[in-house]
């Protein structure tokens, strides 16, 4: 059962759980408003050193020879101890892990910490200097000294039209050392967010826009999921998994406004990724989108856009079974996406790539819906505005299909005058007061096995400079539910 009153204590399945976060500031999420931005990167000029002068060798000193009578004394000891190189008494990684986290499992007792690796902040600056070999520490305690840079994949130009791999390329940035209130990354995981297009569309109106632009130059920016490698910030130790907002690079720097939570890892260890979907962007959209604006009445009729994506698979399994919706009907592209869709909870699903779509969805829909929610615009919501009944509602969550400069045309607008449809649109920022709210609802649930998120990801194992490849599947379909890309273990 879910402590309600302890949010921490929210368990999603039986093996993890997941730390909401107080409400989050729009800005945090996009605007990198407390970021410090990276130096600009400055390659280094082809410089060849000019030959070193010879000089003469110093005169050689004579050592004065010891009087045979004085005693032996030992060498000075070094101030600072060098911590045990014997590999034998070096804790395991999963143990010391395991005590940072306070969640060691075993019954085997953990022997004590020797003192350098206690406390992570302090063994970090105790070994970042050592001559002790990277391989006999623990991942989170290796020497830092050698991240001075990352690779980041940075925008090329701004996007007029259909967006390719040529609109972005690789970069070596500088990492600056981190000061109070920072924490040094290793990034793991990028979810893949449609609304990145627009941040980087060259015919966008900044001034109508809820972010900034990304500049030529810049790290695209991205939500990501990222371990922690050095901390000046007490809430966040090394060793910490944390969800955040920065972009397609290998590390970074993150300002605490950048974080979002910290992550538990699942069972077997691993980096949770559902904190970038259910509990990431898509499922706070999903939420924001039910909860406040698309109310479904237990029996109503409702449909879903883009229904096998991250929002719509979320969409489809809280119309029907949380909110008890009589008939769901998804809209996906392809046959398999619609069998998933139909595995969901969908009663039907119209493959809009079939050349008779327009039919099915009709048939689909014989009394109209009291709901549509719309992740797609285009020639679907152009159909979808004569299916909704007259005082209905169309909730405007995405129109992807108009992502890439197609113009969105729409023959039926007069329809929202004739049936008095209300067309609701909304930016999930605009109610940080439902983030934690949304990820305790979806934690629950989940516990109760009303949303299922074992299969809503296509997770795709990345180098970064394959990164933007991957995100533009969104685009072609190619993914399941949220295309997130791993480039860490
Ligand atoms: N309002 C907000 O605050 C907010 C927040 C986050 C996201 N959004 C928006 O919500 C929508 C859904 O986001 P998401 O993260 O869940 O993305 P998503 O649906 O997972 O996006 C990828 C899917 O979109 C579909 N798609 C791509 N191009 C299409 C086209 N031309 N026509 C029709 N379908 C197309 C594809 O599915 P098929 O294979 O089925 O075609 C693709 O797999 C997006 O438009 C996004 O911008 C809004």
Request: hydrophobic share 30%.
């Given at each position: 059962m879910v402590d309600m009153a302890n949010?921490?204590?929210?368990?999603?399945s039986t093996h993890s759980h997941y730390h909401p976060r107080s409400a989050v500031h729009r800005r945090d999420y996009f605007g990198f408003t407390d970021c410090t931005p990276p130096e600009p990167f400055k390659p280094k000029l082809a410089f060849n050193p000019p030959p070193k002068k010879a000089f003469p060798p110093p005169p050689q000193k004579k050592a004065a020879k010891p009087p045979l009578t004085q005693s032996f004394k030992p060498p000075p000891k070094p101030s600072s101890p060098r911590p045990n190189r014997d590999p034998a008494t070096l804790l395991s990684r999963r143990s010391v892990l395991a005590r940072l986290s306070n969640?060691?499992?075993?019954s085997r007792p953990i022997p004590k910490l020797p003192e350098p690796l206690r406390h992570p902040i302090r063994s970090f600056q105790a070994t970042?200097?050592?001559?002790?070999?990277?391989?006999?520490?623990?991942n989170h305690l290796h020497?830092?000294?050698?991240?001075t840079n990352t690779k980041a994949v940075v925008l090329d130009h701004l996007v007029d039209g259909e967006v390719s791999t040529r609109h972005f390329r690789l970069e070596n940035k500088p990492i600056s050392d981190i000061k109070d209130g920072q924490v040094l990354v290793q990034i793991v995981a990028f979810s893949h967010e449609p609304a990145q297009r627009q941040w980087i569309d060259?015919?966008?109106d900044e001034r109508r826009l809820y972010t900034t632009l990304i500049k030529p130059g810049e790290t695209v920016r991205a939500p990501i999921v990222g371990r922690v490698i050095?901390?000046?910030l007490p809430k966040y130790p090394v060793g910490t998994t944390l969800a955040g907002f920065h972009g397609w690079a290998e590390y970074a720097v993150l300002n605490e406004g950048e974080i979002f939570a910290a992550v538990p890892p699942t069972?077997?260890?691993?980096?949770?990724?559902h904190a970038l979907d259910v509990f990431g962007l898509a499922g706070n959209t999903a939420y924001v989108a039910s909860a406040?604006?698309?109310k479904i009445e237990p029996g109503s009729t409702v449909v879903v856009s883009g229904a096998a994506g991250a929002i719509g698979s979320l969409l489809v399994q809280l119309a029907k079974k949380?909110?008890?919706?009589g008939r769901v009907v998804g809209i996906a592209g392809g046959k398999a996406k619609c069998d998933w869709v139909k595995t969901l909870g969908a009663d039907e699903c119209v493959?809009?790539?079939?050349?008779d779509w327009e039919e099915q969805l009709r048939a689909a829909v014989p009394d109209y819906a009291d709901v549509y929610f719309d992740n797609v615009g285009g020639p679907m919501l152009d159909v979808m505005l004569q299916l909704v009944r007259p005082n209905g509602t169309i909730v405007v969550v995405g129109a992807i299909s108009t992502y890439n400069g197609e113009a969105l045309k729409l023959a039926n607008w007069p329809q929202v005058i004739y049936n008095r449809l209300t067309i609701r649109g909304f930016i999930n920022?605009?109610?940080?007061?439902?983030i934690t709210k949304g990820q305790a609802e979806f934690a629950k649930w989940i516990a109760e096995g009303k949303?299922?998120?074992?299969?809503?990801q296509t997770v795709v194992q990345d180098k970064i400079e394959d990164v933007p490849k991957t995100w533009l599947r969104l685009f072609d379909?190619?993914?399941?539910?949220k295309i997130i890309s791993q480039i860490a273990a």
């Open positions: 949010p921490t204590s929210l368990r999603y969640r060691a499992q075993s970042a200097n050592s001559s002790l070999p990277n391989h006999y520490l623990p020497r830092m000294s050698s991240i060259a015919n966008t050095a901390s000046k069972a077997d260890g691993k980096v949770d990724l406040k604006y698309g949380v909110y008890g919706a493959d809009y790539k079939s050349p920022l605009d109610h940080p007061e439902l949303i299922d998120v074992s299969d809503i379909g190619s993914g399941k539910g």
